[in-house]
């Protein structure tokens, strides 16, 4: 089976630093996403992880441990239009590619 | 970045009447595409894959006499929602990958259903 745990609700601060956490059991791993998706809106794109370590892009940054099944994305100097939901998800081939996505996690920034 | 449409971006219907509902990849070509279903502050859940030319997979619990997936074409993919009922109400997204483009999946902007 795939399990793909987040925390439902996080809230920060603005200009604080917030670090949301993901958690993954599949079977098999080709890579480890994270989107930003906000109210009646599609998701859109902020990482891609394949191998260990991090990657820094602007205020994000997306960790990932392989070994451990886990991944966290960084944000820093929150904004208010930071708050959104946001989506981890692991894509795995079962027979050919696709994404699971976690419970994702709503974040409140507030002022 | 790739671009998808849907079409239309919202529909309300009658219960027991059927909804089609249209995704494009504009600016590439998709084997493959897939189809998201949406509740209220809950994640996306894989509906179904889209595969060009073949029948559709469908994931476990998801009814494929109910939700009829057609891929026509290498740009386009129809989902039909029939004899919809007002807990078929969501937000629908499809997506797909785009080759040459990196690894990401580029999603439409979704289709908000709500059946009467």
């Known amino acids: 089976g795939q399990n793909i745990d987040q925390p439902t609700e996080m ?8 670090q949301i956490n993901c958690t993954y059991q599949t079977s098999g791993f080709n890579g480890l996403f994270w989107y930003q998706q ?4 599609a998701p859109t794109f902020l990482s891609y992880n394949v191998l260990d370590g991090l990657e820094e892009k602007g205020r994000f940054s997306s960790f990932l441990s392989r070994s451990k099944g886990y991944s966290y994305l960084l944000l ?9 939901s ?3 998800a692991v894509k795995v081939n079962t027979g050919f590619q696709k ?9 409140l920034v507030s002022p | 970045g790739a671009v998808v449409s849907q079409h239309p971006s919202w529909v309300i219907c009658k219960s027991g009447t059927s909804v089609k509902i249209e995704c ?3 600016d590439f070509q998709a084997t493959t595409m897939f189809w998201y279903r949406q509740f209220p502050k809950q994640s996306l859940m894989l509906m179904a894959t889209s595969n060009e030319g073949s029948k559709a997979t469908y994931e476990q619990g998801v009814e494929k006499d109910k939700f009829l997936i057609n891929h026509a074409s290498l740009t386009l993919s129809t989902l039909t929602v029939t004899s919809a009922h007002p807990e078929d ?6 997506s797909a990958f785009a080759s040459g ?6 999603f439409g902007p979704g289709t908000r259903l709500l059946v009467l």
């Open chain 1, 76 to 84: 820093k100097e929150l904004q208010m239009k930071d708050s959104a």
């Open chain 2, 101 to 106: 483009r990196g690894e990401t999946q580029y």
């Open chain 1, 86 to 88: 946001y989506l981890c």
């Open chain 1, 99 to 107: 994404l699971v996505f976690g419970t994702g996690t709503r974040l």
């Open chain 1, 11 to 18: 809230t920060a601060t603005e200009g604080a630093i917030v």
């Open chain 2, 24 to 26: 494009r990849s504009l």
């Open chain 1, 38 to 41: 906000h109210a009646g809106e």
């Open chain 2, 89 to 94: 109400s969501s937000f629908y997204i499809c």
